[in-house]
């Protein structure tokens, strides 16, 4: 039981930096209704990104109290800047063009973008894992016989405000309306005088921003990042997006739990490298069975 | 000169290659290139002529090796000759094809495109994990030579190099009649109009597996030969990369057309071999410059991916019917050109 507890808290800590990735999958799909193969590697870029930043500060181990804080607000903001520029400069180079193409054309170009940017990161940081500093001090709070490291309690913590936040931008102000109308029919919105352009772009920064907080948290619960990094974590979001239902913030959350869940209980009863498959052949059984997801509406074939 | 004579003198000189250039480097890489041609042929049945991108089409190549080696080779004792085993795997991959696409067909193009890519992800792992069957990381080797009446094909390349040719010979025959074919034109539906080609009594499940189970097919007819040429199978050869360098040929060299196909994966397999190593010692020798380009072939692959479908889709040899489609209809006077190439193409 108790080892199931752990798992547990290991599965919630596991799935909000899950969850964090899959609202920018939901988001651009809901818009543009489109797979970003490469939202995976902004992803690592953000890992990297905020290793930069750390190493810019100076910054090789543990910090307490306010600079603990101060590096860490400091080190996700210029992550998410910087991953929510690259996702913007992606679809302004690669999706834009094709926005009225065949869908195969976007799909592939976002795979090829995919590959570039992997590319990119193993040109500046080496083909090996590279090692991320433990800003976190690392007191665990004993509740019982389980233990909860303070990293854990932080990766949770931000992925709901960030969703809280989320959810008060999209529902709450006339930005958020504008985007759900562009997602809803861009065409109408159009005429309604949104320009749907801005409303694209806007999605994918901030997509590609929460992609590049979920980097900075991977760099301090891991430890350690590699350039592909982002390939298995980016296919394992987008399961979680699927699984909770494409195009639902909500459900983007909901997913990336049960995912980062599914993978703890794997890795503890079966094995390791077993985690991989089983969470591939959720994806499979989820699309095959419930392809709206849990939380999503079926869509209509569009004629 | 009519397109059947061209092919029959591009044959001719893919015979006596090897003769004139004999060097077994040079043949090896041509086994090789020829491999991918097979994988890019059997891909194309599925990404050009039906228009489902599957994106985990190594897969169905790991299937046909791995089939090819536990069943020839000292691994159980099990030794079913060559020939049969090109039947008996091409048949093994057809039905993972049909396994895989039978819950999966139903789903939306991008949808696929993931179910696709996980399976590409599973099955290399499943060959990872079952180490007391498959060998590991280590995979199996040492697998059975092929016997032609009695000759012992052994290390050298040149047998498995005309076996390679036979086989693209057979695959572009068997691609090119069903292109031409009833099921052939109803894939071509599909692709074009899903929902419209259901209205016009195509029974699009049944049409869309048929790709997948002979798109994989050919995978293991590849699968096969290239166990055989490099007597050893590994998890490792059947990575996401393999998949989108097969992918690549195919945007590269013209999605749905078969020269265009051939020609894209033998300039992906050149540049991988001869055209990358080239460049980094011209680079190093004239302008002193370390840059190992070789390491930066998927850089190149995305490059090519997104290039292409950006500024020609429809490929360097393309098809006159997938490039009408692929070019959003913008400007007037080319759509009418294009219609009338559809017309010709289709009244042919």
Redesign the interface.
């Known amino acids: 039981m108790d080892v199931i507890l752990q798992q547990l808290i290991n599965g919630l800590s596991l799935g909000g930096i899950y969850a964090l990735i899959a609202l920018g999958y939901t988001m651009v799909y809901g818009i543009i209704?489109?797979?970003n193969f490469a939202h995976g590697d902004i992803y690592t870029l953000g890992t990297f990104f905020s290793l930069a930043v750390l190493t810019l500060l100076g910054v090789s181990g543990e910090l307490h109290g306010w600079p603990l804080v101060g590096t860490a607000i400091l080190t996700i903001f210029v992550a998410m800047l910087l991953c929510g520029i690259t996702g913007v400069l992606v679809e302004r180079?690669?999706y834009r063009?094709?926005r009225?193409?065949?869908?195969?054309?976007?799909?592939?170009?976002a795979?090829?973008?995919?590959?570039?940017l992997?590319?990119?990161m193993?040109y500046w940081r080496g083909p090996s894992p590279v090692p991320f500093p433990e800003v976190f001090p690392n007191p665990s709070f004993h509740i019982g016989t389980v233990d909860i490291a303070a990293k854990q309690i932080f990766v949770v913590l931000l992925a709901v405000v960030m969703m809280i936040v989320l959810q008060l931008f999209i529902y709450n102000t006339k930005l958020g309306k504008a985007m759900r109308a562009t997602a809803q029919d861009r065409d109408a919105a159009q005429l309604m005088g949104v320009n749907i352009n801005t409303m694209i772009m806007l999605t994918f920064l901030i997509g590609s921003a929460l992609a590049g907080a979920a980097g900075f948290v991977s760099g301090v619960y891991y430890g350690s990042t590699w350039f592909f990094n982002g390939?298995?974590a980016g296919?394992k979001a987008?399961?979680a997006a699927?699984l909770g239902g494409i195009g639902n913030l909500a459900g983007a959350m909901l997913g990336g739990f049960l995912i980062g869940l599914i993978e703890a209980l794997t890795t503890q009863f079966i094995s390791d490298?077993?985690s991989?498959?089983v969470v591939?052949?959720v994806?499979?059984l989820v699309?095959?069975f419930r392809?709206s997801g849990l939380l999503g509406e079926s869509?209509p074939?569009k004629? | 000169m009519k397109p059947r004579y061209q092919a029959l003198a591009l044959f001719a000189v893919a015979i006596v290659l090897p003769l004139i250039f004999n060097n077994g480097s040079f043949v090896n890489f041509l086994t090789d290139a020829g491999a991918f041609v097979l994988l890019a042929l059997g891909l194309n049945i599925v990404v050009g002529f039906a228009g489902l991108l599957d994106l985990g089409y190594a897969a169905f190549f790991a299937i046909g090796s791995y089939s090819f080696a536990m069943l020839a080779s000292p691994q159980f004792g099990i030794h079913i000759p060559f020939w049969i085993m090109l039947f008996l795997a091409s048949g093994i991959a057809a039905v993972f094809g049909i396994l895989l696409g039978a819950p999966t067909l139903r789903l939306r193009g991008d949808y696929l495109a993931i179910v696709t890519l996980g399976f590409g992800e599973i099955v290399p792992q499943t060959f990872l994990n079952l180490s007391q069957w498959t060998g590991g990381p280590n995979g199996i080797s040492s697998l059975d030579q092929p016997t032609f009446f009695g000759y012992r094909f052994g290390f050298a390349v040149l047998p498995y190099y005309y076996v390679m040719l036979a086989l693209i010979a057979f695959a572009i025959l068997a691609a090119t009649n069903l292109r031409s074919s009833r099921l052939g034109r109803a894939w071509m539906a599909i692709r074009e109009d899903e929902l419209a080609a259901a209205h016009m009594g195509i029974n699009t499940t049944t049409t869309k597996l048929s790709a997948f189970a002979l798109g994989a097919s050919f995978s293991g007819l590849a699968g096969v030969a290239y166990g055989a040429k490099l007597q050893l199978v590994s998890p490792d050869q059947f990575q996401f990369n393999v998949s989108v360098t097969i992918l690549a040929m195919l945007v590269l060299g013209g999605m749905g057309n078969i020269p265009g196909v051939i020609l894209g994966s033998l300039v992906i397999s050149s540049l991988d071999r001869f055209i990358l190593p080239q460049a980094t010692n011209f680079l190093h020798g004239v302008f002193h410059l370390d840059i190992d380009l070789t390491n930066s072939r998927f850089m190149i692959y995305g490059v090519i991916l997104v290039l292409m479908m950006l500024f020609r889709p429809e490929g360097l040899l393309p098809s006159r019917q997938r490039a009408a489609e692929l070019r959003p209809a913008e400007s007037d006077p080319g759509l009418a050109a294009q219609e009338q190439a559809l017309y010709n193409e289709v009244t042919r």
């Open positions: 209704e489109l797979i180079l690669a063009r094709l009225n193409a065949p869908r195969l054309a976007p799909l592939i170009t795979i090829g973008m995919s590959f570039i992997e590319n990119i193993q390939f298995a296919l987008f399961t699927v490298q077993w991989n498959v591939f052949s994806l499979v699309l095959i392809p869509l074939n004629v």
